[in-house]
């Protein structure tokens, strides 16, 4: 059985990537800041839970250790979806003028520094298993967004340029790494202002997290096995 390691699990479009895998016959192990929700209906879910705060460095290396337990020493994918978008108190984007440097740290943390940490400590498994490393990345990465803020933007933008440079060190490893960056997927994360958005998009619709999950599904499958260093836009034409 092919082992999955997903972080974000717990909501959105993590939470559809669990179904989506486990549908496939993945056995699929799960990160995320809260206990696992006894709700869930999948089986072996709470023993392929690992409570981790993405944000502390430490608390992620200390995971390492747990992970590996879990693994029967390969690991087939890695993907790294957790991800934080902070707001000012009412709700706006927060600019470069007014981001506190505290915050820039905790959205690096969780959005970009936690993608290389768990890669490089699950290198050995990742390599056992011919393995392929998804992040996830963001339409705001590579432009000014209304709502998502510039540490949120730079953190995937940074994330990006990770997929590039991982792609080229993990390859002669025969270990694949991409990203996916989603547009305006509907989810918890979405500000209030993002329905405006839409008579705007090509396709005049939300993503469903469905949508993502089955693209980061490809990217770690037998479908794309010379897919490597890529990044590809999940937002129904809004690119354009
Ligand atoms: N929705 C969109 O339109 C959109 C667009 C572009 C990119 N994205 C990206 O897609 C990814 C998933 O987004 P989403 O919309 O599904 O967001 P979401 O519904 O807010 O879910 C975020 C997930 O990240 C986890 N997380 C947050 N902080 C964490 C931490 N410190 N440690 C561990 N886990 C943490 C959360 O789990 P806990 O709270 O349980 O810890 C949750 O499972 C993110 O990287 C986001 O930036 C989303």
Redesign the pocket.
């Known amino acids: 059985m092919k082992s999955v390691l997903l ?9 559809a990537t669990v179904k989506k895998f486990g549908s496939e016959g993945w056995r699929v192990i799960t ?4 206990k696992f929700d006894d709700r869930c209906p999948w089986p072996g879910g709470k023993d392929n839970h690992i409570q ?5 460095p430490s608390n992620t290396i200390e995971a390492i250790e747990n992970l590996k337990k879990k693994l029967d020493g390969k690991l087939h994918a890695l993907v790294n ?5 902070p707001k000012t108190v009412d709700g706006k984007r927060l600019n470069t003028l007014e981001t506190d440097l505290s915050i820039w740290g905790q959205v690096f ?3 970009f520094f ?1 993608s290389v940490v768990l890669a490089r400590g699950l290198k050995n498994e990742l390599v056992k298993g011919k393995g392929s490393i998804v992040n ?5 990465g590579s432009r000014v967004h209304p709502f998502a803020g510039a540490a ?1 933007a730079t953190s ?1 933008a940074a994330l990006a340029a990770l997929t590039r440079e991982m792609s080229f060190d993990f390859g002669p490893l025969g270990v694949r790494v991409n990203a996916i ?10 500000s209030e202002g993002t329905k405006d958005m839409i008579k705007d998009l090509p396709l005049r619709r ?2 469903s ?1 469905q949508e ?1 999950a089955d693209t980061i599904f490809y990217l770690c499958s037998d479908q794309s096995t010379y897919v490597s260093g890529t990044e590809i836009e999940i937002n129904g034409g809004q690119h354009v």
């Open positions: 972080t974000g699990a717990s909501r959105g479009i993590g939470h990160c995320s800041r809260q981790v705060d993405l944000a502390s979806n957790a991800g934080i978008s943390h969780v959005n936690s996830v990345t963001s339409i705001a949120y995937k960056a989603p547009g305006e997927v509907d989810t918890g994360i979405l939300l993503g997290p993502v």
